[in-house]
């Protein structure tokens, strides 16, 4: 038997245009078993396909509690957990199960090579791709991830909108998966329609994702390398290092071994 995926999409349904197309989308991948469609704005969503499935919550769940819904209701093997305001390929599903071995961890995006921007939902039929194992997250790695379903790790209930890909990323890391990254596939993602109006639980919720994530002797000293810098944690506070540091450092002291 083919492998099998779950997509699980949460939705406020600001752009249903954009569901509606990456839905359509969705169906007429064979990988695709089903789709969970966590309806957060509690409107009801129509869409008639036996593939479909909409669960409407009493209030809105945010998004990583969306996420640990779908992951339990899933009936396949694998999942995929995707935006609600993309658009891919048509039959990328299928080509992105291929690459899931028993080491894989969580395969997410790259957002330095997907298109950000507005556009019109639209049949994109190029779904070559490039696969990297990454060390670290990516930018909006957590726009579209798969993983075997016994890679997905349950979301703590007080991270409600950010660090859910961190911490499945950080989580599989830990185990000893390896985490890929996406690249140079066309896709248009238009960009944090609901997320962006609950920036100011960031700081709150990047203390509750250390709380999760570091022991006690990881907080009191410890060194982590990031997408964009070097963190040095020492007694609770932390230090990032970035090469734009780095090189200031050098220029100011002449420790690039170059002339001044």
């Not at 999942?79 to 071995?101: A, H, Q, R, V, Y």
């Not at 990032?240 to 100011?252: C, L, Q, S």
Request: glycine share 6%.
């Amino acid at each position: 038997m083919n492998k099998q995926l779950s997509v699980i999409i949460p939705t406020l349904q600001k752009r249903p245009e954009f569901l509606i197309q990456l839905t359509e989308s969705l169906v007429k991948d064979d990988a695709v078993g089903e789709i969970i469609i966590i309806d957060n704005s509690t409107k009801g969503f129509e869409f008639n396909n036996e593939k479909v499935r909409v669960i409407v919550p009493k209030e809105n769940l945010f998004v990583n509690p969306s996420w640990n819904l779908g992951a339990r209701e899933a009936k396949f093997e694998y999942l995929g957990i995707l935006n609600d305001d993309i658009c891919i390929p048509e039959g990328f599903c299928s080509k992105i199960l291929e690459t899931i071995t028993d080491d894989t961890g969580v395969i997410g995006t790259d957002g330095y090579s997907m298109i950000n921007k507005s556009y019109e939902p639209e049949s994109i039929t190029d779904n070559s791709f490039s696969l990297e194992e990454t060390p670290f997250l990516t930018y909006n790695f957590g726009v579209m991830m798969f993983m075997h379903k016994s890679c997905y790790c349950e979301i703590p209930e007080d991270l409600k909108i950010f660090y859910g890909d961190d911490y499945l990323f950080k989580m599989n890391k830990k185990r000893k998966k390896h985490n890929y990254v996406i690249e140079n596939l066309k896709m248009y993602h238009y960009g944090s329609l609901s997320s962006k109006s609950f920036s100011d639980l960031i700081k709150k919720e990047n203390s509750l994702f250390k709380k999760h994530t570091l022991s006690i002797w990881d907080r009191l000293f410890s060194i982590e390398r990031t997408r964009t810098k070097l963190v040095i944690r020492l007694f609770w506070a932390s230090f990032g290092i970035t090469k734009e540091d780095i090189r200031a450092t050098n220029a100011r002291f002449n420790l690039s071994g170059g002339n001044k």
